[in-house]
């Protein structure tokens, strides 16, 4: 006997990184920002009266969105702030997509989409990428065969860094009839020499929607505070009709606004985490692994020939070093590492030495 409806009965949850309380671990398994929280968000916090607490957050966090819009140099009625940019994943599913609908997402992708696809009872249409992650040539036909109403991208890919230019988005959501998201969770540690600039797309495409979460370029992972960029028409619908009645509370948006008008910590956060990585994926290609390169702040590392990546990330957690393993088709003799400190990195790197020889 169950109460549970079918599709919940039949679907799997999802795992997410392990988190060990254990200081001395070294934390490379979850894409957190090895920099700590601003020091503005930080007083934010501490400035922090425990009376106010007693009253209501305001629902639509408008301070925040005020502040997100003058950023991106949009309106205000362009954005929503969400529960960590998970929500605005489901509040897209409830939102958009019915149970007799179609979401599309490339494999692989981001392990919860598939996911948030059963819970909301909708069907998935997963479109294998090339081999070397690049998006195939006949995508929108296929998006268009399958009749989707959705269709999932997230750029910098994950699990590969790869990016996608917004000209190939632009093309994408000119092509296709459904709602494109972007999902751009790792959008901040896009090198500025690529001139990646999506937020022009939500101006010219009715149907594109944009994900950005204050999880990994601001450090604020903890915090669970992420937001959406579109067309007033696709963001009205979730902000007043599908948004949980205070989905975030005084605290996160203390801290997000705080942290995300600190621009120059965060962004010298990321340059640092781009000089790490560089130097990460050259010394582990040395070590024998195939990295290719990653606008993200990790790395999918191939192991070297005759290796068996899933005993090597036991090995690695052995040694107090937590990284991620996918037992997935194509993943299995990969391992994603997400981008520490560089004394962090050293340490990585330092046991591979020892495992490898
Ligand atoms: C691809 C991708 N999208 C979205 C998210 C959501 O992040 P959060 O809910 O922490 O904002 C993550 C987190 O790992 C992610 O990897």
Redo the contacts with the bound molecule.
């Keep these: 006997m169950t109460y549970q409806r079918p599709n919940i009965e039949k679907m799997q949850g999802y795992s997410p990184g392990e988190q060990l309380n254990d200081p001395a671990v070294i934390k490379l398994n ?2 957190e920002n090895p920099y700590p929280v601003s020091e503005k968000a930080q007083a934010a916090l501490r400035n922090l009266d425990a009376a106010s607490l007693r009253r209501y957050p305001p629902p639509l966090a408008d301070d925040f969105r005020r502040a997100a819009a003058q950023l991106h140099g949009i309106s205000p009625d362009n954005i929503m702030a969400t529960n ?4 605005l ?1 489901r509040l897209i599913l409830t939102t958009y997509v019915d149970s007799n609908e179609t979401v599309a997402v490339t494999r692989p992708s ?1 392990s ?1 989409y598939p996911v948030l696809v059963d819970v909301q009872g909708c069907k998935l249409h997963e479109i294998d990428l090339q081999e070397d992650w690049s998006m195939p040539a006949d995508f929108a036909q296929q998006l268009q065969q399958a009749n989707a109403k959705l269709c999932i991208l ?1 750029n910098p890919h ?1 699990p590969s860094g790869k990016l996608l230019s917004q000209d190939y988005l632009s093309e994408l959501a000119a092509a296709f009839s459904g709602i494109l998201l972007v ?1 751009e ?2 959008v901040d540690f896009i090198e500025p020499e690529q001139n990646y600039q999506s937020v022009p797309l939500i101006d010219k495409h009715e149907n594109v929607l944009i ?1 950005r ?4 370029g601001y450090s604020l ?1 903890g915090l ?3 937001y959406g960029l579109g067309a007033e028409s696709l963001i009205a619908p979730m902000l007043y009709k599908t948004r949980d009645s205070y989905n975030t509370d005084l605290i996160a948006q203390k801290l997000a606004l705080a942290a995300i008008t600190d621009q120059d910590y965060a962004q010298s956060t990321w340059e640092r985490v781009r000089q790490s990585r560089n130097s990460l994926t050259e010394q582990l290609n040395s070590l024998g692994f195939t990295v290719l390169p990653s606008h993200a702040n990790f790395v999918l590392a191939q192991v070297p020939d005759k290796m068996d990546a899933k005993a090597l990330q036991l090995a690695l957690k052995e040694r107090k070093i937590l990284i991620r393993y996918f037992d997935q088709d194509r993943l299995r003799d990969k391992l994603r590492i997400s981008i520490g400190t560089d004394a962090e990195n050293d340490r990585l790197l330092e046991a591979l030495h020892e495992l490898l020889a």
């Design positions: 979850t894409n960590g940019g998970d929500e994943l981001y919860l997230v994950a999902d969770a790792y994900l979460t204050m999880s990994k992972a669970r505070f992420g």
